[in-house]
């Protein structure tokens, strides 16, 4: 029996965090350059995408809460399907936290360290997460609970602080420019990122009162997609969807517009770090998701081994994974967001055999 | 043919030296199987000699005794006789035994009387309304009546009689109760603990007069033989803790134990980390305060310093004055103490941080200053600091050291001499010295010492972090180490709460100190079904008084 380690709470907070530091770090350029003024919207459809995607995982979870997916899914669709099929997500999940990894070299390359070795970063990023991660499920997530209040004011705070520098005139592009047609392509990008809560069916068993998780669902990935609206507005006043279009970082400019009186002249590096934080105990996650289904397929009793093992391949693939930013942005638009839809939807084909063999049974039962 | 020669003496030298360390070791065996065989013997005469000493004829007892107490200068054999003929002795300790009262209590009425039959010196001395003594007893075993000879006690042999008389008249010096060194207040009480646990037994009862308050004992040490208390207040602690702690303790097995930091380090969660997973405090009220919240309390013999379990970094963080004043100004001062708590572990390495990597975060002007001031300092700040940073902990560490007479002359020369003269030589900035400074003030705030030295240990490794990679070095260490601290537990308490994980109840006495009115339960390490504090109304009265107007 599994000890249900994790709170309704604690997710909560967790699944909050995960969602919003990616995004706001790292993907307001690439929804803004796909949709200008219709990003809010887009991430409004990619959040229901996300719920909807979720509640299936929940759903088929719900079926056997205190096995481990990666156990008794060879039992729905034979061995010889089952472990292909749990390799893709496994090197799926890889590939996010590579991407991760490679944007948070990338950013501090460019502004911060420049001139550092991206190996000596990204072993640095690679200590931090495998150490969280080795510790096990409680870890993260209590992790996200003691820094969600700070992580949250820092979010919260940067629209606020950059309000006198907004254009209001621009506001009205929300109502005249907006379409639907325009924010598919962020809705789908971002659909894939709010879907990444389905993870929860690999540590369903670790769960506590698992019968509020869709209520659950539903507030952080409401309270996620609020945050990042309230992000997007304000890029969009500011700096306006053309300008903010062709900036890496739309995000890293609006703080450096932050004056803190005559104290200190910019805030954006213990913002970044803050923020950095929290994605540390996202890829934490993941990355202990990877180890804990590697265990589990490989039949070892422990995961904590191989999370430094695994932590060191994504390192070195992070390294080969792109030489420069226009590189890396092709090979993001390139289908990662589709890959990743694949891997969260996985589990439904399991979950209509699932289904579908136990209808089969209760007819031949029935037919008995 | 030469090598030849030289080969074959190689040879027999090697075979001298085989022999030899043959022969040695033979030796050894021998003399180790003597010694063997001597223990044996030794053991076995003792074995016979410890059932002779339970016999009722005294001669052989009192040889057993002589014999085990061989070479101990401060006992003291007293051999008298009860009128008519009945012998006596009375084995103590000489200074650690109250031999006056001994006489006074015991041997005058003994010796005024006459005994015609030995029963009737044994119903007066062993029925317990005969001599004006109170805590009057007995033991069987000649084992049982050695160690009370050595914890003080006087043990009176009786020929004919195998029962030993045990005198409780254990007196030696002891420090009277001083105000607490360590943690002074200005409005609580000023008592601390001292060496003998009895007396810090009697500062705890003074406080909670209540049968509820248990205080098992138990004896640690093969040679010291000390006794070791656990406090708890039964109902009000969760017996899981307190079977834990038993549990922990029952592996201690040593030779000794002289202090309460053996017992801690043998019984603590994870003994490797730098943050201490057990407090300890010098201070009654604080351990009093404890126990009524539901923790236990391990006091150590000869150790002014009790132990409390759980606890967690917020504990630690708290001072027994922030009780005893106001609650608007205590719950100020505790964010002043979290503020420089921040400041004492992160403001060098911030300074590094920024003057080496992320210079456009000073204004133009303190950057001017700033850059001036470092112009002819030839080191990186991230020496400078590490420089100053040891000079500050070597002067610390001196005037602990130092005699007090000399202490302050010391502390004046190191920080204002030297400090001045090293700005002035252009060795370090100004602006290092005012950062030391200010780090080594605000490391004093922190209440608890093992928590502040936790702090101060930490601070090197951040430092270096920040010379490497500016801010984000400071957050891969500050991240490392909130895993750690997210990690730690002690006594099954997640060392971080009421934060990760987090819990409301008990958060109302970290983030603010609530007023007493208000602190109706107790934190949730305390037994779940016993958590009320008080009543919730207790200020009913103002609200009766409002009724009225």
Request: charged share 20%; hydrophobic share 45%.
């Amino acid at each position: 029996m599994t000890t249900k380690v994790v709170t309704q709470k604690q997710m909560y907070k967790y699944f909050t965090i995960h969602i919003i530091t990616t995004i706001i770090m790292f993907m307001i350029g690439i929804v803004l350059q796909q949709s200008g003024y219709s990003a809010p919207l887009g991430v409004l459809i990619g959040a229901c995408i996300g719920i909807v995607i979720t509640f299936f995982s929940i759903a088929f979870a719900k079926r056997r809460p205190d096995a481990f997916f990666v156990h008794y899914g060879a039992d729905i669709v034979t061995r010889w399907l089952h472990y292909p099929l749990m390799a893709f997500i496994i090197m799926t999940n890889f590939l996010l936290v590579a991407i991760n990894l490679w944007e948070i070299q990338d950013l501090l390359l460019q502004f911060y360290l420049t001139g550092t070795p991206s190996w000596i970063i990204l072993g640095l990023c690679g200590l931090c997460i495998s150490y969280m991660a080795r510790y096990g499920i409680k870890s993260m997530f209590r992790a996200a609970e003691g820094m969600f209040y700070l992580s949250m004011i820092t979010f919260i705070i940067i629209p606020y602080l950059v309000h006198s520098n907004m254009e209001w005139f621009l506001a009205r592009g929300f109502a005249t420019i907006a379409s639907v047609k325009e924010a598919w392509p962020t809705a789908y990008h971002l659909g894939s990122i709010f879907g990444e809560a389905s993870l929860i069916l690999y540590i369903y068993p670790y769960i506590s009162q698992a019968s509020y998780t869709r209520k659950t669902t539903i507030r952080f990935t409401m309270l996620a997609a609020l945050m990042v609206i309230c992000h997007l507005i304000p890029i969009l006043i500011v700096l306006g969807p053309d300008l903010a279009q062709n900036l890496n970082y739309p995000e890293l400019d609006i703080i450096r517009l932050i004056k803190s009186g005559s104290y200190l002249e910019t805030l954006d590096p213990i913002i970044i770090a803050l923020w950095l934080v929290s994605i540390f105990i996202k890829l934490s996650f993941i990355l202990f998701v990877i180890s804990h289904m590697l265990s589990r397929i490989l039949k070892l009793k422990y995961s904590k081994p191989l999370i430094y093992p695994i932590c060191a391949f994504i390192i070195v693939s992070t390294i080969c994974l792109a030489q420069s930013h226009t590189q890396f942005f092709s090979m993001h638009n390139g289908g990662v967001s589709t890959c990743v839809y694949i891997s969260q939807l996985i589990p439904l084909l399991y979950y209509v055999i699932d289904v579908m063999r136990n209808r089969r049974q209760q007819m031949e039962e029935e037919s008995l | 043919m030469k090598q030849e020669e030289k080969e074959k003496r190689e040879k027999l030298v090697q075979l001298e030296q085989q022999n030899e360390q043959m022969q040695q070791q033979s030796q050894l065996e021998q003399l180790t199987q003597r010694e063997q065989q001597d223990q044996q013997m030794k053991q076995d005469a003792m074995e016979q000699q410890e059932s002779i000493a339970s016999s009722p004829e005294l001669a052989p007892r009192l040889e057993w005794f002589k014999l085990r107490l061989e070479r101990v200068a401060e006992v003291v054999f007293h051999e008298f006789t009860v009128d008519y003929g009945h012998s006596c002795v009375l084995i103590y300790m000489s200074g650690m035994f109250d031999i006056k009262q001994a006489e006074r209590n015991l041997l005058e009425p003994l010796l005024g009387k006459v005994f015609y039959m030995k029963d009737e010196l044994t119903q007066y001395l062993f029925s317990r309304n005969q001599l004006p003594v109170t805590e009057l007893h007995w033991v069987d075993r000649a084992a049982d009546a050695l160690q009370a000879i050595l914890q003080g006690y006087g043990i009176l042999l009786f020929q004919g009689e195998p029962r030993m008389l045990v005198l409780p008249y254990a007196n030696y010096e002891t420090r009277s109760i001083v105000e607490a060194p360590n943690e002074t207040v200005l409005r609580g009480p000023r008592e601390a603990f001292i060496e003998d646990i009895g007396v810090n037994i009697s500062l705890l009862r003074r406080r909670i007069k209540s049968p509820l308050l248990k205080t098992e004992e138990y004896t640690f040490g093969r040679h010291t033989s000390t006794r070791v208390v656990l406090a708890y207040m039964e109902g009000i602690c969760k017996d899981s803790l307190i079977h834990e702690v038993r549990r922990r303790i029952s592996y201690l097995d040593i030779d000794g134990v002289l202090s309460s930091s053996q017992i801690e380090e043998t019984i603590t969660d994870r003994s490797s980390s730098p943050f201490t997973q057990i407090q300890y405090t010098e201070r009654p009220d604080v351990v009093s305060s404890s126990i009524l919240e539901g923790r236990v309390a391990i006091l150590v013999d000869n150790t002014p310093i009790a132990l409390l379990a759980p606890t967690t970094i917020f504990s630690k963080m708290q001072s027994s004055e922030d009780y005893y004043q106001n609650f608007v100004a205590a719950t100020a001062i505790r964010y002043i103490r979290y503020l420089f708590l921040f400041i004492s572990f992160l403001l060098p390495s911030f300074y590094i941080a920024i003057s080496t990597f992320h210079a456009e975060m000073i204004p133009f002007r303190l950057l001017v200053t700033v850059a001036s001031a470092r112009e002819v300092v030839p080191f990186p700040a991230l020496l400078e600091a590490f420089i100053m940073e040891i000079s500050f902990e070597a002067l610390r560490e001196a005037s602990v050291r130092i005699p007090k007479s000399i202490g302050q002359t010391v502390s004046i020369i190191g920080a204002l001499i030297i400090g001045t003269a090293a700005v002035q030589a252009g060795i370090v900035s100004a602006a290092m010295v005012i950062i030391v400074s200010v780090t080594g003030i605000a490391s004093f705030i922190i209440p608890s010492f093992d928590l502040g030295l936790s702090f101060r240990l930490m601070r090197f490794p951040l430092m270096l972090l920040a010379g490497t990679f500016g801010i984000f070095g400071i957050a891969c260490g500050m991240f490392l180490i909130y895993t750690h601290a997210l990690n730690l537990e002690s006594f099954g308490v997640p060392y971080l709460t009421p934060m990760a994980p987090s819990n409301r109840d008990s958060a109302k006495d970290v983030w603010m100190r609530a007023p007493w009115w208000r602190m109706n339960e107790r934190p949730s390490f305390a037994a779940p079904n016993n958590r009320n504090r008080q009543k919730k109304q207790a200020r009913g009265w103002k609200l009766e008084q409002e009724d009225l107007e």
